[in-house]
Nanobody
Framework: QVQLVESGGGLVQAGGSLRLSCAAS????????MAWFRQAPGKEREFVAS????????YSADSAKGRFTISSDNAKNTVYLQMNSLKAEDTAVYYC???????????????WGQGTQVTVSS
């Protein structure tokens, strides 16, 4: 089993920045990809960005490109999401996910954190 714990969410004004962190523990050697998803009220959970353990493969949703950056620190088993130029439509619960494969679909990820709320005020 893999346990994921997110932190770093909060309330920020539009145009501001936040950095989310996700610390993995347990069978971390099983992890190939870590990712961030988000879910806004009344909407389905959607992919934001992912990074493989090697760091060689990074994927970002169109909504994140140019504003959000995913990175990782393998020594700490931690993945980060740096979010800049935040907009009101970025308001959502952000979830960290991990899997032994690679993908952008919710169904492809076996391990999930509890989520952290990001609220962007306009």
């Amino acid at each position: 089993q893999v346990q994921l714990v997110e932190s770093g969410g909060g309330l920020v004004q539009a145009g501001g920045s936040l950095r989310l962190s996700c610390a993995a523990s347990g069978r971390t050697f099983d992890i190939y990809t870590m990712a961030w998803f988000r879910q806004a009220p009344g909407k389905e959970r959607e992919f934001v960005a992912s990074i493989t353990k090697s760091g060689r493969s990074i994927y970002s949703a169109d909504s994140a490109k140019g504003r959000f950056t995913i990175s990782s620190d393998n020594a700490k088993n931690t993945v980060y999401l740096q979010m800049n130029s935040l907009k009101a439509e970025d308001t959502a619960v952000y979830y960290c996910a991990a899997d032994d494969g690679l993908g952008v679909r919710v169904s492809q990820y076996d391990y999930w954190g509890q989520g952290t709320q990001v609220t962007v005020s306009s």
